[in-house]
């Protein structure tokens, strides 16, 4: 760990921490752009959510995010997130609930337009 901090500011880099919460909803954000992803690549878009938010990551800056699983690796977790029930019973579980009903609309939006695009 403290070398991976020590390598990113060496070369003006950054470090985040992303909750469980924030994974799940960037991996929906990611399906409802047709790409199906393990928690564990998720992780780089909600790490750059929080990077842009906090203002180190610029408007207009290029980045890239790299996804090295796919969704085959865990295919409960999407099932459970969908449905609202990932976080059942934890402190998070309301979150989580709401997050989830934004991600099922957007994929549902990007769904009705890509079908009146004739895509």
């Known amino acids: 760990m403290e070398e991976s901090a020590a390598g990113a500011a060496a070369t003006g880099g950054e470090v ?31 790490g750059l959510k929080k990077l842009r938010r906090s203002g180190f990551v610029k408007p207009g800056e290029s980045v890239v995010l790299i996804l090295t699983g ?5 295919p409960d977790f999407t099932i459970k997130f969908h449905r609202g029930d990932l976080f ?3 402190p998070e579980g309301a979150t989580a609930k709401a997050e989830a009903a934004e991600a099922k609309s957007l ?4 769904w009705c337009s890509m079908r ?3 895509l």
Do not use: F, W, Y
Not at 22 to 46: F, Q
Not at 107 to 110: D, E, F, K, S
């Open 16 to 46: 985040e921490q992303v909750t469980e919460v924030e994974i799940a909803v960037a991996k929906a954000e990611i399906g409802a752009d047709g790409i199906g992803c393990e928690p564990a690549s998720a992780v780089t878009l909600a």
């Open 70 to 74: 796919h969704l085959l690796k865990d």
């Open 88 to 90: 059942e019973g934890t």
């Open 107 to 110: 994929q549902r939006a990007r």
């Open 116 to 118: 009146n695009l004739g």
